[in-house]
Nanobody, 121 residues
Framework: QVQLVESGGGLVQPGGSLRLSCVAS????????MGWYRQAPGKQRELVAT???????NYADSVKGRFTISRDNAKNTVDLQMNSLKPEDTAVYYC???????????????WGQGTQVTVSS
């Protein structure tokens, strides 16, 4: 089993910053891509940012220049630094990781339980 646990959500004013963290634990041989998605009320879940094990990153256009994704391969963690937050960034943010549990097995996508980010004055 693999568990992903997010932390760092909360309430912040427009223009403020938050840092989300996610740690993967359990039976892990290797982690490929890690990332963050979000889902606002009444909307579909959408990609925010992803990062490969080699450090290549990809961002949604709506967060480019404001959000930065990073990871620590030794600690199995992925962070999301969010700056210049806007009300439209309000959503539940989910961490995801593409995990290979044992050598030679097929990687599987795991998801965290989500953390609420609310941007409001």
């Amino acid at each position: 089993q693999v568990q992903l646990v997010e932390s760092g959500g909360g309430l912040v004013q427009p223009g403020g910053s938050l840092r989300l963290s996610c740690v993967a634990s359990g039976s892990i041989f290797s982690i490929y891509a890690m990332g963050w998605y979000r889902q606002a009320p009444g909307k579909q879940r959408e990609l925010v940012a992803t990062i490969t094990s080699g450090g290549n990153t990809n961002y949604a256009d709506s967060v480019k220049g404001r959000f930065t994704i990073s990871r620590d391969n030794a600690k199995n963690t992925v962070d999301l630094q969010m700056n210049s937050l806007k009300p439209e960034d309000t959503a539940v943010y989910y961490c995801t990781a593409d995990v290979q549990q044992h050598r030679g097995t097929i990687p599987y996508d795991y998801w965290g339980q989500g953390t609420q980010v609310t941007v409001s004055s």
